[in-house]
Structure formats: C-alpha cells, structure tokens
C-alpha cells in the first residue's frame, strides 16, 4: 500500500555496454509505476525486473539525448502489441512531440492505448504532476541541452489517530478523517472543543526521491531537493577528470557527493558511469571519492531496488 | 582473406525479450562487414560479438518495421561518438531517409562520419552492392509493408592455375592473371594456342548467403535464391499457426523449408521466432517441422557464427 520505491534499469552513459544499458528507472508510488528516462533496452530492463509495464502511466524524459530516450519508441510499439489500453502521458521538453510523435505514427500506426505529450520547461521549477498523495516536481539542471530532473514527494501523510481516546470521547467514526487531518474535535452536546494534539500524534514523515541527471555540478538545485531521502546524481567522471566533466556538462563522484552534502540529503545513489570505467571495481572509485563527502553513498546498478 | 561468414545478432520478432534481440546480423565477406537489419540493442549484439564496428561500411534495411531498424539512431550516434570517419551506406526503402534522416540530425548534429541513403524499390530485385568480388541483390518478400530480403553473392573465383604446366611451357608470370581467368595463352614465338583448360581447373565454387525476413511463403523468392549455399528464412510461427502467419504476413517453419528445398539450398536457418516460444526447447518443434521436409535446417540463436 504504502510503497515507494525505485528501481534502476540502466545506469550507463551515452554507449550502451555489456555493463551498463543506458539511463532508465522505474518509480513506483503505490502502485502508480513512473518510468524516469527510457534510453535503449529500456524494454529488456523491464523485463528482467518484472515490472508490470501495463502500470506505467507516465513516462518523465529529464532531456532529449539518445541515451535517455531512444528506448521509447519500441517501448510504446510493444506496449500496443500487447493491446495496452488507457493513456501513458510522456512528460518531456516540447521537441519531444516534434520529435516522437511520427516515429509513433510511422512505426505504430494502430496503437490500442493513448499516447500524450506534456511538455515542460526545463529552465524552471514546476509541478507536472499531482494526485492525492503524490507530487513530481521538475528540478532544473545544467547540461548541453534543455534539461531537468525530477522530484517525487510524498504529500503530508494523515495524522495518527489515538483511537482509544476517540472511543472513550465517544467520538463517532465519521469524523476520523477529519481528525486525522488536523482538525479539532467539537463535542455536539457539550460545545466542549478538544484540540487536535490530544486525539492523535505526529504522521510519519514523508518521503521524497530526487533524480539528477544529466547535469554539471549546480547548486541551484539544492533548495528545490533540500532534505530528500535519496538522491540519484549522476557522476559520470571521477575527481581527476573534473575539467572534463565542467566541458561536457556532467559532474564528479566529488561534485554529486558536494551536493549531497549541502542538499542535507538521506542517502545518495550515483550513476550515469563514463564508458571508460571498465569494471565494477574501477567504479569503485567514485564510490570512494563520494564517500569521503557524503558517507551514505551506493553505486547504483542494473537491477537494484531501492527503497524510497 | 577467404571469410564468408554470418554472425546473427537478433533472431526474436517484435518484441525484445530476455531470450532474442529483434532482428540483426552481421555478414563478413573478406574482411569488409555489412550490417543486415538493426533492431533495438544492435550495439549490445555487435559488442557482445566483438564484432569491429568501425569495419561497418554499408547497413542493409529489409524493411521498416521498428524490430528491424529501431537500433539505428543509437548504433550511428555511438560510431559518431567513437570518432568513426569514412562513410556509412543505408540500403532501405526511401521513407528510411525521410524517417532517420532528420533523427541524425537531432541526436547526432556533428557526426565525424558520412552516412548516406540509398534507396531501393522492395518490389523488384536489384543489384544494391557491387565490388570486384560480391555482388548483393535484393529479394522481393511478401510483407505487410515494403520488404527485401538480400542475397551475397560472392562473384566467381579465378580458376586454379595449374603452376608447374605453366612453368614447363615457359609462360611468363605476366600472363598468369589473365590465365586464371580463363584466357588461352598463345606462344609469341611459335604461335601455338595452348587452351586454358589444359592451363587450369575449375575454380573453388562461389558461395552465396540469402536473408529472407520477414515474409509470407512466396515461391517468387526461388528463382533469385536458387542453388544458395545457406537461407536464412523467417519462420515466425510452427504449422499449426499457418493461418495466423498468412494473416500477419510471416512464415511457419513448413513454410520456410518449403522455400528451403524447391529452391535447392544448401543449408536452413530458421529464425525470427514468435515470442509466444517461451524457451529454446519450445522452439525445438519449428526444427523438428522443418526438417521433416529439408534436412539440413538449423534454428538460429544469438552468438551463432554461421560459415557460407
């Protein structure tokens, strides 16, 4: 009921590897399934982590490079050979309809689903989308093209109702939603108000998941993911490639670490690993260099899930 | 220096699953590799296979459905990133052009190559590719948009000169070229014209590789791919399911071999399975089919080297 977590289907950068397939995950908020990115292979990684793609409704494109979208257009094609029905809505910069919507045409002409575009401007913050209990934020990022990262927060939850004193108050069921809402308690034949605090204690707090990527290091982000749970920032490069990364765009383990750090984030989940890393243990350093930053550091990989 | 060989990168249909790539293969003829369709996760199979990309000159598109092309847009940005120079020839139907061109331009504005469109029209066959010793035609298929299939025809040899005849009769070097293939050779002091059968013996046949996918069972193919030393047939769907392959355009494995012995080939692979086979052994029943009509009949798999 309450889940809230994120799995990750590529962590590469731009060339797909034996190792790595390029940037996708998948988040998932009770259910509602959220696929972040979608470079190519997207449909292999959902396949070997059994997502129930019928259960994607939204798909958020960060920005338009190869390696973070290439995988939609198949992905959409499979999803109506499988006679998928509803809406997906593809959230992404408004290049992404100019760009997608005649290869959807061209190569599935019949889809049984609807496919829509929402566009959003990456150079500012803002809602894209809102249910009851969730929100997704666009964070602008700094990189060569129109980018922005995504914030998924969970909404305030209810209060905890302390539903042994509601029974012996003689409160009567309807109004628990009300309570555990905030509001006070007014006794109907008494006139008596009984404050809040004392009919229930504090919600659990909610959680927030940020993902970062692709960006150079930007402290302008750090007000919008202020205090999230997880971080995904990518780091492409390690410290000693710095300049390189400041030329392409992308950021350090040192840079996402920094970030993290000043973002007073929970845990921090680094990806989007230059080809040049030939193996797990030549990732290792990034996960070093973070560490010495940002202690709560993982390297994310292919598969792994990670609770929100 | 002799090298005819097929390495199947994707043998799957529509879908990308965890046990087949959708449809790619590389054909090596004497070093110089072309590309035969290029589905989603081309770059995996070609990295998998350590095939050398950069030795990729021409890219030969059967035809426009997306588990035939869709790896395109990521397989040129990647040569593009690798700093690839030269030229890449496209042989497709003309929309390719239409269709890809403006996605190169997108995702890959600064290519360090030249990539080139050649169109050829599916509904005739024509010869797409010549050099001093491969021909490769197209093969009209039945689909349900325009498709080729492709035949490599390695051009015939130089007859075998037989050296020691030639050494006794105080033939000059020079000539020898021109003997082999199949000059007389007259003595410029004698006059006398030594014939060339008595200079040589036939040459080592010429091998020849037909890529038939996808199509319908058309007996139109038999006359182009006569006498081919291996097919490559799809056969989507097993006997049971002719009737479902003729409505979507494909084969069943009786079909395929069908093709395989009225055309007098010397070898069956069969691919581009239906995902409805869940495992290898399930495929096993398309062999087994095929076999009780042509023999020699292997089913493909990825990874598999296939030698003309």
Redesign the interface.
């Known amino acids: 009921m309450d889940c809230f977590k994120v799995t990750i289907l590529g962590c590469g950068s ?5 190792r790595h397939a390029p940037t996708a995950q998948v988040v998932n908020f009770r259910g509602n399934l959220f696929l972040v990115d979608c470079g ?2 997207v ?2 990684g959902l ?2 982590n059994r997502v129930p793609v019928g259960k994607i409704g939204h798909i958020l494109l960060s920005h ?4 973070h979208c ?2 939609l ?2 992905l959409i ?2 999803l109506g ?2 006679q998928r029905t509803g809406e997906i809505v593809i959230h992404a910069h408004r ?1 992404a309809e100019r ?1 997608f919507q ?2 959807f045409d ?3 002409p019949d889809l049984s689903m609807k496919v829509s575009f929402q566009s959003f401007d990456p150079g500012r913050s803002s809602v894209i989308y809102e249910d009851d209990s969730l929100l997704i934020k666009t964070i602008p990022l700094c990189h060569r093209v129109p980018t922005a990262g995504f914030l998924f927060q969970e909404k305030p939850r209810d209060r905890h109702l302390l539903a042994e004193k509601c029974d012996a108050l003689g409160i009567p069921f309807a109004y628990f939603r009300g309570i555990k809402k905030g509001l006070d308690w007014t006794n109907p034949e008494t006139g008596e108000v009984i404050p809040n605090k004392e009919l229930t204690t504090d919600p659990t707090p909610s959680k927030s998941y940020a993902f970062c990527s692709d960006t150079m290091y930007s402290e302008k982000v750090i007000p919008i993911i202020k205090g999230c749970d997880v971080l995904y920032h990518e780091s492409t490069y390690s410290n000693v490639d710095t300049l390189k990364a400041h030329l392409r765009g992308h950021s350090t383990s040192v840079e996402a670490a920094t970030i993290a750090l000043k973002a007073e984030v929970g845990r921090l989940l680094l990806g989007h690993y230059s080809s040049q890393f030939m193996s797990n243990e030549d990732e290792e350093i990034l996960l070093d260099e973070a560490r010495q930053i940002f202690p709560n550091t993982t390297l994310s990989r292919e598969q792994m899930v990670v609770e929100i």
Chains 1, 2 share one sequence.
């Open positions: 731009a060339k797909p590897t034996l190519e292979g449909q292999i396949a070997r338009l490079h190869g390696d290439l995988g257009v198949g094609a499979s050979l499988g290049d760009i005649p290869l061209f190569f599935s």
